[in-house]
């Protein structure tokens, strides 16, 4: 068995930034509401017609994270594409990838946990590499979330907090047992998947030729809904649960934590993560006020600002952790 360690980052965000004052002009919001709430400043938006999808996102941080890592992109053996937003309803973005990349035809995979979809794809990258099956893997978290939103008053909740972007990392095999990710932690709660999702256009109670004929403009089920309070009182748990559960799996405590990198769904979550574990500033890494919630590109960014930073050092003890829509929340310790 080996372990597997990540040995190239980077990431990808649009240039058009969108600041809380441009959004209190097509919806009712303030700055001063949007801080409070979510810690957001500002995030990034595509803008329509520029080229940027799910998928270009991805390949341009792809590039950067190979070329890190010191690679040939014909070294990949495996892709594994987190995301809620592809370019197409099928195929998914991994094949997309292989093909804008130039890869030889390895196994492409696609991952649907939303905000948890780093995590997995990660873990999924992990097994792979620990049982020898592959040597080399490129995990990538995108998303294009500002087509899908709904950027009114009514829809202010939900739009608000969410901008687009997309970062990847290359896995490799290691001999060294005591180096790279130690272990991950994948958990799921489906009771709970109509409080944080978007129906449609799901075939699950209509099919497309319904909505089609239904053509009603007030049709909300394509708009992301989110049940606040709920999400917020489950995330807190379910954070502080995966994290004390993987250094517990590793014989370590919050006090060896060197940098925790949460997915960054709303500032307020990360301080009290942080504030349970009594972890200063400099041991959580948080970018969400620059770019929002990027979904299952939040982690792979976060990571690869805070490794070109200086903060993740060879021999730290990196925890990454989520919780999303499903629910599903998962951690990764890593030995860096």
């Known amino acids: 068995m080996y372990n597997s360690r990540i040995i190239g980052l980077g990431h990808y965000v649009p240039e058009n930034v969108v600041t809380n004052d441009d959004l209190s002009k097509v919806m009712d919001t303030n700055d001063a509401w949007i801080q409070e709430r979510t810690g957001i400043k500002e995030r990034r938006h595509v803008v329509k017609g520029d080229g940027d999808t799910t998928t270009t996102m991805g390949v341009k941080a792809a590039k950067i994270a190979i070329e890190r890592a010191g690679i040939d992109k014909d070294d990949i053996d495996f892709i594994v594409f987190a995301t809620l937003s592809p370019d197409y309803y099928f195929p998914?973005?991994?094949?997309?990838?292989?093909?804008?990349?130039?890869?030889?035809?390895?196994?492409?995979?696609?991952?649907?946990?939303?905000?948890?979809?780093?995590?997995?794809?990660?873990?999924?990258?992990d097994q792979y590499i620990k049982t020898g099956m592959y040597k080399n893997v490129l995990v990538i978290g995108s998303e294009l979330h500002?087509?899908?939103l709904d950027m009114t008053t009514r829809g202010r909740s939900v739009s608000v907090i969410f901008g687009d972007?997309?970062?990847?990392?290359?896995?490799?095999?290691?001999?060294?047992?005591?180096?790279?990710?130690?272990?991950?932690?994948?958990?799921?709660?489906?009771?709970?998947?109509?409080?944080?999702?978007?129906?449609?256009?799901?075939?699950?109670?209509?099919?497309?030729?319904?909505?089609?004929?239904?053509?009603?403009?007030?049709?909300?089920?394509?708009?992301?809904?989110?049940?606040?309070?709920?999400?917020f009182k489950n995330a807190v748990v379910r954070f502080s649960?995966?994290?004390?559960?993987?250094?517990e799996k590793n014989k370590l405590n919050a006090t060896d934590i060197d940098l925790l990198v949460p997915h960054q769904a709303n500032l307020r979550i990360s301080q009290f993560i942080q504030k349970k574990f009594q972890l200063t500033d400099d041991q959580v890494f948080n970018n969400i006020m620059n770019y929002g919630n990027t979904t299952a590109a939040s982690i792979p960014i976060a990571l690869t600002e805070a490794w070109e930073a200086g903060k993740v050092k060879s021999g730290?003890?990196?925890?990454?952790?989520?919780?999303?829509?499903?629910?599903?929340?998962?951690?990764?310790?890593?030995r860096w």
């Open 241 to 247: 649960e995966v994290i004390v559960e993987g250094l």
């Open 146 to 148: 500002s087509h899908g």
């Open 92 to 125: 998914g973005p991994g094949v997309l990838v292989q093909r804008d990349l130039g890869i030889k035809t390895v196994g492409a995979l696609d991952v649907r946990n939303q905000c948890s979809g780093f995590v997995y794809a990660v873990s999924i990258a």
């Open 165 to 231: 972007g997309a970062g990847a990392a290359v896995l490799t095999r290691e001999e060294d047992t005591t180096k790279g990710i130690l272990s991950t932690h994948l958990h799921s709660e489906g009771q709970h998947a109509e409080e944080l999702s978007l129906i449609a256009p799901g075939m699950g109670n209509r099919w497309v030729t319904d909505i089609m004929e239904d053509s009603d403009p007030n049709d909300e089920s394509y708009f992301p809904y989110m049940n606040g309070q709920f999400v």
């Open 316 to 334: 730290d003890l990196v925890v990454l952790a989520a919780f999303g829509s499903g629910f599903t929340w998962g951690s990764v310790i890593i």
